[in-house]
C-alpha cells in the first residue's frame, strides 16, 4: 500500500463511535460501472483482459467487507437477464446500448448515452440515496460515471487502467495511436473526479504528468491476485502432464490477448535468435502462445501463425485459444518462465498470476512490470524491445536449470503479498475519504 493511502487510512481510521452527519462511514452499497467489458466474460477474449478480472476480484472483496457492489455493464447479446447475481453482495446490471454483437471499442463513445439512460433508468426505480458511491473503470465509463455521480449528489471515483496518452507515447511498431476524442474524455474524467485510483506509483506520475491531475486525488492501490486459484498446487510435472506438454521441455509461455502492444511476436523472434545460434535447442523447446487475438490484431488474426512459418519456429510453437482461469493457472505451471513483451501495461496482472504459482517471469521494463516483478529476484526485466534482449534473458534460464526453480519460489512469496484483500481494504479507504471530502465541500457550499 502506498504512503499516501496508509497516510489516508492513518487519518481515517478512527474508533468505531456515534455516526455523526459527516462521520467517516464507509459506503453501504456502490455503482461500479464497466461499459466496454462485461465481468462475466473469459478474460483473453476479444478485449476482455485484466481489468475483467480486476473488476470481478475487487467486487467479491468489498462485498465481503459489507460494500455492496452493483456492477453496471453493456449487453452483448440479447436476451440477458436485467441482472444476474454474481456473488452475495455482488450483482452484475446489462445495459443495452447499441447492437449486440461486432461492436468494437472504437464505436463506443456512440453508445454512451443509451448507456447512461440505461443506469438512470435502473437507479430511477430505487430510493433516493441508494448508491454512495460511483466507480468507474476505464475512460468509457467514467464519461458515465461523472454524470451518474453529479445526478445522485454522490462522489466519483475512478481507475484509468490505461491512458491513451501514455500508450501513444510508446506505441508498438505499426500499431493505431489511441483517438484524439478518447485524450479529451480522459482530461475531462481527471478533473470532475473526487478521487482517482492508479495501479502502481509511476502510473500516479503519469496522471499527475500527462493529465495535470491534482496529487491529492490520486491514490495508489496495487491490484491483487486470487492466491486460491493461482498457487503451486501439485506442481510443474503435474501441469505439464495434464496439458501434454514434455516432461524435460524449456518452456517459454505468451499468455495474452493477441496484438502489438502485447508483442507476441518480440518472443516468437527471440526463439528464433535462440534457435540460430544453437539448432540444438529445437528438440528442448516448447512456446505455448494462449490467447486470441484483440484490437488492432483482429485486423490480422493469423498474423502471428504466418510470422512464426516466417521465422522457421512453427514446428516449436503451439497457439491455444483462451482458456478459463483455472486452466490458465496450469499453463503458468507447466511453463518455465512467462515473458511479457509489452509496449505498455498498467500493471500486468498476469505476471503476478504467473509468480503466484512459482513461475519467473521475463517481462519488458514498462509501466507497472517493475513493481510486479522484482528483477533478478523473481524474473527479469528487459530494457526495451529488441529479440536479443529476451533471448539473453532466456538463455540464462536454459543456462543454469535451477534458476527457475530458485526464482520460482521467491516469485510465489513475492506474489503472497498482492491478495485481493489488501487491494479491497486499501479501495474501501479510498470510497470513505472520497464521501468524507465531497460531504465536507457540500456543506462548505450549503452551509
Sequence with gaps: MSQYVSRLAGTLAAPPRLRLPGGHRKPRRIAMLSVHTSPLHQPGTGDAGGMNVYIVELAKRLAAINIEVEIFTRSTT????????????????????????GLAKEELPAQLCAFTHGVMQAW????????????????????????????????????????AKVKNASLAEGDTPEPAARVIGETQIVRAADRLIANTAEEADELVRFYDSDPGKVAVVHPGVNLDRFRPADGRAAARARLGVPQDAFVPLFAGR??????????????????????????????????????????????????????????????????GQDQLADWF???????????????????????????PVVAAAV???????RDGVTGVLVQGHDPAGYAHALRRF??????????GGAAARHAQSFGWGTAASATADVYTAAMHEYRRVEHTHHG
Design 78 to 101: 440479447g436476451g440477458l437477464p436485467a441482472s444476474v447475481e454474481l456473488a452475495p453482495g455482488v450483482l452484475v446490471r446489462h445495459i443495452d446500448a447499441g447492437p449486440y454483437e
Design 124 to 163: 430511477a426505480g430505487q430510493r433516493p440515496g441508494y448508491y454512495d458511491l460511483v466507480h468507474s473503470h476505464y475512460w468509457l465509463s467514467g464519461h458515465v460515471g461523472w454524470l451518474a455521480a453529479e445526478r445522485w449528489g454522490v462522489p466519483l471515483v475512478h481507475a484509468m487502467h490505461t491512458m
Design 258 to 323: 493477441i496484438q502489438p502492444l502485447k508483442a507476441p511476436d518480440i518472443l516468437l523472434r527471440a526463439v528464433a535468435v535462440l534457435l540460430d545460434s544453437d539448432p540444438s535447442l529445437r528438440s528442448k523447446i516448447v512456446v505455448p502462445v494462449v490467447g486470441g487475438p484483440s484490437g488492432s490484431g483482429l485486423a490480422k488474426p493469423e498474423g502471428l501463425q504466418k510470422l512464426a512459418a516466417r521465422l522457421g519456429v512453427a514446428d516449436v510453437v503451439r497457439f491455444c485459444p483462451p482458456v
Design 333 to 359: 505451471r507447466a511453463a518455465s518462465v512467462l515473458v511479457m513483451p509489452s509496449y505498455s501495461e498498467s500493471f500486468g496482472l498476469v505476471a503476478l498470476e504467473a509468480e503466484a504459482v512459482g513461475t
Design 367 to 373: 509501466g507497472g512490470l517493475p513493481v510486479a516483478v
Design 398 to 407: 536454459i543456462d543454469d536449470p535451477g534458476l527457475v526453480d530458485r526464482m
